[in-house]
């Protein structure tokens, strides 16, 4: 089991920034990838950025150049840095591990850009 709690998020004018944090409960070195999903309102669940315990890296089109995943094992947690911001990234963030083959989710912390 990996339970994974999400911060960080919160309401920001566009063009700022703001840094997302997933705690994981248990070592996430063993933890094949993890990644960043979100979901607005009306739409589906999609993957925003996502890093595997090997450093590989994979972002949406949409947030290239803008967001940046990172991991840090030592503390067993995941960031979003997430700079530029758009109102079009207004969604509900969500942490995600993948681990012997299972996800897992966190509950989400809720992003909102202002115009």
């Known amino acids: 089991q990996v339970q994974l709690v999400e911060s960080g998020g919160g309401l920001v004018q566009a063009g700022g920034s703001l840094r997302l944090s997933c705690a994981a409960s248990?070592?996430?070195?063993?933890?094949?990838?993890m990644g960043w999903y979100r979901q607005a309102s009306g739409k589906q669940r999609e993957l925003v950025a996502s890093?595997?315990?090997?450093?590989?890296?994979n972002y949406a089109d949409s947030v290239k150049g803008r967001f940046t995943i990172s991991r840090d094992n030592a503390e067993n947690t995941v960031y979003l840095q997430m700079n530029s911001l758009k109102a079009e990234d207004t969604a509900v963030y969500y942490c995600?591990?993948?681990?012997?083959?299972?996800?897992?989710w966190g509950k989400g912390t809720p992003v909102t850009v202002s115009s």
């Open positions: 995600n591990a993948n681990w012997l083959g299972r996800d897992y």
């Open positions: 248990r070592d996430i070195f063993s933890i094949r990838a």
């Open positions: 890093r595997t315990s090997g450093g590989t890296t």
